[in-house]
């Protein structure tokens, strides 16, 4: 087996238990899982299983065009900040302040609202924390709406942001992701359980004296370690569920470690606006994409 992807994957494993801050990025139970098609009727193939035309939904005047998003009742903690934040005008005004091509784009920072150009942004809340809501049949593919939260370095609990959201565009996931992200997840499982701090303390050494050679070793020990995790997620992935990300697009790794909260049911081609959007150092959008009001539609 080659050795750069392992070596790759050690460096994102230990990149994601060391960062923090609120933009940071992000086994599944088996069961089966509906086809996914693309665009606006996208949203159509989930209505049986998620009932999205009958759930409450909050419309987004952007000064780029509108959203509108199906919130879950799965996930009631989350359905009731939004909409009592909608109602209350906490989001008017404020920014899609951090987009990534082919990944997602961000707001709800209050902190955005009338801020300067070239100010960064994302640490912004209303002063709480919201319980993490995973749900096995919430997933990350495109056009989800999920909670921003902190690191689990500073966030065990995984606690969403009590505002921040952003909404997933991704890509279509090809085969050979798939070993990958049960690679990255096996280190991210191994290099934050405590019991296994001495590789965490060697793999830092290594870093500081650039010692390229120490981290392939340890690169090597790992992936021995890591193998039947890393089997045991793979094998946890069913052909329904890679199907559903190869035909609609998303990003997988994230499943299981944000809350996914609502869906995009119109407003494609504005989130590939925003999408498309150039961005400066630090992901935020040169041109400010302002979140002009949020209103409840069926309330």
Not at 45 to 65: P, W
Not at 171 to 197: C, G, H, L, R
Not at 212 to 233: H, M, N, P
């Amino acid at each position: 087996m080659k050795k750069l992807p392992f070596y790759n994957c050690l460096f994102i494993a230990l990149f994601l238990c060391s960062c923090g801050g609120e933009s940071e990025n992000t086994a599944k139970e088996e069961q089966s899982l509906p086809v996914i098609e693309t665009g606006e009727k996208s949203y159509a193939a989930m209505t049986d299983s998620l009932r999205l035309d009958s759930l409450t939904k909050v419309k987004i005047e952007t000064s780029v065009g509108e959203l509108v998003v199906a919130l879950f009742d799965e996930t009631p903690l989350h359905k009731e900040n939004f909409l009592k934040l909608t109602r209350s005008n906490f989001y008017n005004n404020t920014l899609f302040h951090r987009v990534i091509k082919q990944f997602m784009a961000q707001g709800g920072d209050p902190n955005s609202k009338n801020a300067n150009p070239g100010q960064a942004l994302g640490d912004g809340g209303p002063g709480y924390t919201i319980p993490k809501e995973f749900n096995n049949k919430l997933y990350h593919i495109k056009g989800a709406l999920a909670a921003a939260r902190r690191s689990d370095q500073i966030n065990p609990l995984k606690e969403s942001s009590g505002s921040q959201f952003y909404i997933v565009t991704g890509s279509k996931v090809q085969n050979d992701f798939w070993e990958n992200m049960a690679m990255q997840n096996s280190y991210e499982i191994f290099f934050t359980n405590p019991k296994n701090n001495e590789y965490n303390l060697r793999a830092e050494a290594y870093r500081q004296n650039q010692d390229q050679a120490g981290l392939q070793v340890l690169a090597d020990e790992v992936e021995s370690l890591t193998a039947s995790l890393r089997d045991s997620l793979m094998n946890s992935l069913t052909p329904e569920y890679k199907k559903m990300y190869a035909t609609h697009g998303g990003t997988p790794a994230l499943d299981g470690k944000y809350t996914v909260f609502g869906y995009l049911v119109s407003g494609y081609q504005t989130l590939a606006t925003i999408e498309n959007n150039p961005t400066a150092p630090g992901d935020r959008p040169i041109e400010d994409i302002k979140i002009i009001k949020c209103s409840v539609l069926n309330d």
